[in-house]
């Protein structure tokens, strides 16, 4: 008979013990979850509501964690990593979120990734239906990624981005320039996501135009233990869309990652990765009352 217990999430004492776990459940169909670098990355980002936190549960059996629910961003969104063998705890992880988790003006999502079927069925149970979702396609590193870099345009250097460019492309690439006006030169929160525990930003790729500006950023969190690219983020800035730039990015980080035993790399739902060569990916559906 299992003896579970339960604690709630700090971030202090509980993080590594997380990403540890995550990294244990981890497989290609996700049908444990996101995988360790969604929730890091979310942890040490500036966009993320960190005052919920104390909400967000684990479920142990002794000292191994075998469960736990947490949100991102907003809040509302709630997410569930599940050991295998474990999948009888589904439907009380589902009531927990229901009843503790946040809102947002009262309303609240919870977000399945892959083959997590023991919380669809929890979730319909309780009452959630299923409200839409898309497919976040993945690259298999068995094909080859080789799109050129196109002429007047340079790659950094292998550990070599540089904080500021980063987040002044960054700002542009993710039209905040047109929504919230030019970069207001603030970049010491980027600090948090380089000196995160796993951060890997000696892979990270910015490409550069004739004058050294940073025009398209790829960031890379390398996985070795899943032999996973994780990509987050990826942008161009807006008058360098449309030229090649981001396909030739990913293939200078497939030549990188490849020889360091590296089998797939994430991507999104953007019709972009399919141009370029990913395939079916994982499915993310969201489930609402």
Known sequence: MKNIATKQFSILSDHMDVYDFLLDIFS??????VPAPFWEYALVSSWMDK???HRCRIWKEGEKIV?????ENPVSDIYFSLREGYEELAPEMVEYAEKHMPRTDGKQQIVLVGN???????AK?????KAGGYESLVYDFDEPLSYPLPEGFTFTESGSVDPAKACECCWRGFDHE????????EYEYAYDLINAPHATPEYDIAVMNGKGEYVCYAGMWWVPE?????LEPLCTV???RHKGLAAAALSELYRRLRPLGATHMTGGGNPFYAKIGYKKGIEWSFWRK
Do not use: I, T, V
Not at 116 to 122: I, L, S, T
Not at 226 to 230: G, S
């Open 51 to 53: 005052s919920y936190l």
């Open 28 to 33: 290609q169909d996700r049908r444990g979850g």
């Open 226 to 230: 899943n032999k996973l690219a994780y």
């Open 67 to 71: 469960g736990f629910c947490f949100h």
């Open 125 to 129: 149970a309780a009452g959630f239906e």
């Open 238 to 240: 807006p008058e360098y």
């Open 178 to 185: 047109q929504e919230e006006g030019p970069w207001n030169g």
């Open 116 to 122: 997590q079927r023991e919380f669809e069925q929890a």
